[in-house]
């Protein structure tokens, strides 16, 4: 039996929010990298121990503010099994089965499916504390868009072996949001995977 080309749809939402005041900081969809998920998902599905969400990965690289103001924004990555943030400066595990994750409490994914539907999510949930990064301002006021925590890109990231050897899955562009000690930032990222139609081809 072949799958009908198509037939399998996957798509990524992000919201980046301050979890005491509820503020919502961005909120939108973001870019696959189809050939990388796709070797994962067969990774797992073949039970070959890798494959699977390790990391949330951020960065500072994605865009550039000119002095008037204006963002302008570079396009995702989405190409070559190497892509990559354009610039990583922090990274968080999210994987909940992973001794590396300190708190699992906060950093954990969450299977969501009701029966009967097409479509599964996988809502990924990443805490950054009050302490962290470390070496972050104390105040949410830098006027340094190019900061190392001003982040306006992140990604979520697949094990493949090593944390020296993970894959790039998803892909989000957004103007810059500054980590400093004096607020916590959580962001709640949902891939949900579709299956489109039920028709088939012998």
């Known amino acids: 039996m072949i799958i009908q080309p198509g037939l399998v749809k996957i798509e990524g939402f992000i ?12 909120d939108k969809k973001n870019a696959i990298h189809y ?3 796709s070797i994962c998902m067969a990774q797992t ?20 503010v000119d002095p008037t103001g204006i963002i302008t924004y570079l396009p995702p990555n989405t190409t ?10 922090f990274s968080k595990v999210v994987d909940d089965n992973s ?11 969450t299977v969501l499916h009701t029966a009967g539907k097409v479509y599964t999510d996988i809502l990924v949930t990443c805490l950054l504390d009050y302490g962290e990064p470390p070496g972050q301002q104390a105040f ?3 006027t340094n868009f190019n900061g190392e925590y001003v982040f306006d890109e992140l990604g979520l990231k697949c094990w493949n072996g090593s944390v020296d050897d ?7 562009i957004f103007h810059p949001v500054q980590k400093s000690l004096n607020r916590q930032i959580q962001i709640d990222y949902t891939l949900r995977i579709q299956t489109l139609t039920n028709l088939s081809a012998a």
Request: cysteine-free; hydrophobic content about 35%.
């Open 140 to 142: 949410d006021n830098s």
């Open 80 to 89: 070559g099994q190497n892509a990559d943030l354009y610039n990583q400066t």
């Open 35 to 37: 050939e990388n998920i």
């Open 15 to 26: 919201k980046i929010f301050d979890p005491n005041s509820g503020e919502v900081l961005v």
């Open 166 to 172: 993970l894959r790039l899955i998803t892909h989000v």
């Open 99 to 109: 001794a590396a994750n300190t708190d699992t409490a906060n950093n954990k994914m």
């Open 45 to 64: 599905l073949s039970d070959r121990n890798i494959g699977y969400i390790y990391s949330m990965a951020f960065g500072n690289g994605g865009s550039s």
